[in-house]
């Protein structure tokens, strides 16, 4: 089985946003990944609505939106709006991630849950089977080009045996310092989907890096 990718938008060149967005139509990319980031929740700022607005129209791919936000649930009503397919809240920023999750299934997005690298997997227990999709930090969420955290591997394990022993279809997603190297170690231990910044947009060929990590597959 290869692995969804989704190549994160952070790491295009924002003065080029139209053709960063053709490069990915045009590319066998599954999703594109959209960090939203508060400077609260994390110690940085991207981008909001007003660019997620001009690139849904014109993307062929399903949105992957990663709100690094206080209070993600509140967005909730704009993202369904705009067509995303999955939105992603972090477990760190929602004190109700039941009732968060079972409202983004209703307005129908997948649900995700995203946690941080410090965060252990076993806190899902209860809450897995309102999980569309668990988004797995390998990096300390705030910036691109980072290093991957080994230990990231580890989780991927534990949490891909949880699915497995419910016999639920929740997807695994990973997201910071994937390439084609960590992306590998990462569906050998049992990784879905990976997310992909500076791999791929900073690759000469970022077509050829976004096939090179949909060429993967799991043993
Ligand atoms: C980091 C973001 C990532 C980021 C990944 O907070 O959530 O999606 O774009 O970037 P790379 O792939 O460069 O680590
Ligand atoms: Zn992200």
């Known amino acids: 089985m290869n692995p969804i990718i989704s190549p994160s938008l952070l790491s295009a060149d924002f003065l080029h946003l139209k053709q960063s967005i053709e490069l ?23 981008f909001g609505f007003p660019i997620i607005e001009a690139i849904a129209p014109v993307c062929k791919k399903p949105l992957d939106v990663h709100l690094m936000v206080v209070e993600p649930i509140k967005f909730l009503p704009q993202l ?11 477990y760190e920023a929602s004190p109700h991630l039941h009732r968060s999750l079972t409202a983004i299934r209703s307005a129908g997005m997948k649900s995700g849950v995203t946690l941080n690298p410090h965060t252990p997997v076993e806190l ?18 705030g910036f691109g080009g980072q290093k991957f955290i080994p230990q990231s591997l580890d989780k991927v394990r534990r949490l891909r045996r949880m699915i497995d022993e419910r016999g639920l ?18 569906v050998e231990a049992g990784a879905d ?27």
């Open 24 to 46: 990915i139509n045009d590319s066998t990319a599954d999703w594109l990944h959209i960090d939203v980031m508060d400077g609260v929740f994390v110690p940085n700022l991207s």
């Open 80 to 90: 369904k709006n705009l067509g995303v397919a999955v939105m992603n809240v972090h």
């Open 124 to 141: 899902l227990c209860d809450i897995l089977e309102e999980c569309d999709l668990v988004l797995l930090m390998s990096v300390n969420p």
């Open 169 to 186: 279809s929740t997807i695994i997603e990973v997201d910071g310092g994937v390439n084609q190297e960590t992306g590998r170690r990462l």
């Open 193 to 219: 989907a990976l997310v992909a910044g500076s791999y791929v947009f900073g690759h000469a060929h970022p077509k050829e890096a976004i096939a090179g990590l949909k060429a993967l597959c799991r043993p």
